[in-house]
């Protein structure tokens, strides 16, 4: 190992989130994080929805540490101290021969690592932000340390982090399968189709809350499969056949099929929630008036336009067929659920802005002339509900990770290895 004690070695990577399509709900195994079920989910653009991790080794570090947006966090939990292990017990020679280091493979255990990560949405509201951090986490560990393994077998790594952390190594759409082994090893995640597959598809998450639930994912899940006789026949009866429908949906773009299993599937893990003792009510009134606006408008239409899903969290995850219809489900959505007179619509509609330039909408004025969906009855009262939406994310399947190359978007400060 260089002698010289003040080097610092960073790597950035940044690492999309993703969102269930047929849901994980429920492990066979705490420790290992393995699953009752097979899971599918569709990776989001990491331009919108990411978490971006800077890992830093040195000698002159006492201890590791980490920062999660901006804040020290303790690393002492056994989900951190799994994947830290794990990718240590990988780790290869490194040699940086600009900088004139290098670190052989038995020096990585005596060596400290300094970790920030940042990611650029709300943090536990129910949008995966544990499993675009877990992922990349582990993806930046292994390029920092030269791991030879690839991101399926890294996949089982960051399950050990967070569960949904596996399919954030992939882009398009993505399996988890829930494997057999009692160790874990074949618990792993694999692209069914990359992002480029079904390009047409465009999604909108009404972030309807971004604090923090109530109820954590471990938690309810732990209690879900200790009191809910239905999630049992969920992962034994119901999840392997939508399984093979949901992935040839996918690969032949069957939005009818894939919008039909999408929404049938959320509700499923919904119930499954209130099924529960005590119930978990991961979803909200909005939530709720949200699920029946496209209800209505995919009934009226005769074949599915939008499909629904919501994790564990009050947000809607909307995947439109195509820009047209989003364009169209984003003038209903902005006429039940009006901005704050005040609002600032860029900050109201965040992410790709084309879908308001597609919707015709350019300021408040337009939100206001919005006339009633053509859906909505005419001797039915229009009940407007301005506020209930925190913002809209426009966004679409995206890529998976990617190391950062440029200096500057590193969150860690090269000569010291401090949070910059």
């Known amino acids: 190992m260089a002698e010289k004690k003040s080097w610092v070695l960073m790597v950035t990577a940044q690492t999309p989130t993703n969102i269930a399509v047929i849901k994980y709900w429920g492990k066979r195994d705490e420790s290992l994080i393995l699953p009752i079920n097979d899971s599918i989910s569709v990776t989001l653009d990491p331009s919108h929805l990411c978490t971006t991790t800077t890992v830093a080794v040195s000698p002159g570090f006492t201890h590791d540490r980490m920062w999660l947006n901006g804040k020290e966090i303790s690393l002492s939990g056994g989900r951190y101290q799994n994947c830290l292990r794990e990718i240590r017990s990988r780790a290869s020679d490194v040699e940086d021969e600009k900088k004139g280091i290098k670190i052989a493979k038995k020096d990585w255990e005596n ?56 399919r954030s190594l992939y882009g398009g759409f993505v399996k988890w399968i829930m494997g057999k082994d009692d160790n874990g090893s074949d618990s792993i995640a694999v692209q069914l189709v990359d992002e480029k597959h079904w390009d047409e598809l465009v999604i ?11 109820t954590s994912s471990t938690s309810g899940m732990r209690e879900t499969v200790e009191t809910s006789p239905l999630v049992l026949h969920r992962a034994k009866e119901v999840v392997p056949k939508r399984v093979v429908e949901m992935e040839e949906a996918i690969k032949s773009r069957n939005f009818p099929a894939f919008a039909r299993l999408t929404c049938s599937d959320s509700n499923q893990f919904h119930a499954v929630c209130l099924d529960t003792s005590p119930p978990i009510f991961y979803m909200n009134d909005t939530s709720h008036r949200i699920i029946s606006c496209v209800e209505k408008w995919n009934r009226s239409e005769g074949t599915p336009q939008v499909a629904y899903t919501f994790d564990a969290g009050p947000n809607a995850v909307l995947i439109a067929r195509n820009r047209k219809v989003a364009a169209l489900l984003l003038q209903r959505l902005l006429f039940h659920f009006p901005p704050q007179s005040d609002a600032d619509l860029n900050s109201y509609i965040v992410g790709d802005k084309s879908v308001l330039m597609d919707a015709g909408i350019q300021d408040l004025k337009d939100v206001e002339a919005l006339p009633p969906p053509p859906e909505i009855k005419d001797n039915v009262p229009t009940q407007k509900f301005k506020g209930d939406v925190s913002y809209f994310i426009c966004t679409r399947p995206g890529r998976g990770p990617v190391l950062l190359t440029e200096e500057s978007q590193a969150l860690l400060n090269p000569e010291t290895g401090l949070p910059k």
């Open 204 to 214: 909108l998450i009404a972030v309807v809350s971004s604090r923090q639930k109530e």
């Open 111 to 166: 060596l400290h690592l300094h970790i920030a990560s940042y990611n650029n949405f709300p943090t536990a509201a129910g949008l995966a932000s544990s499993a675009a951090g877990f992922a990349c986490l582990v993806y930046s560990l292994a390029k920092l340390m030269n791991v030879k393994e690839d991101n399926s077998q890294l996949s089982a790594i960051a399950r050990q982090g967070s569960g949904s952390a596996c």
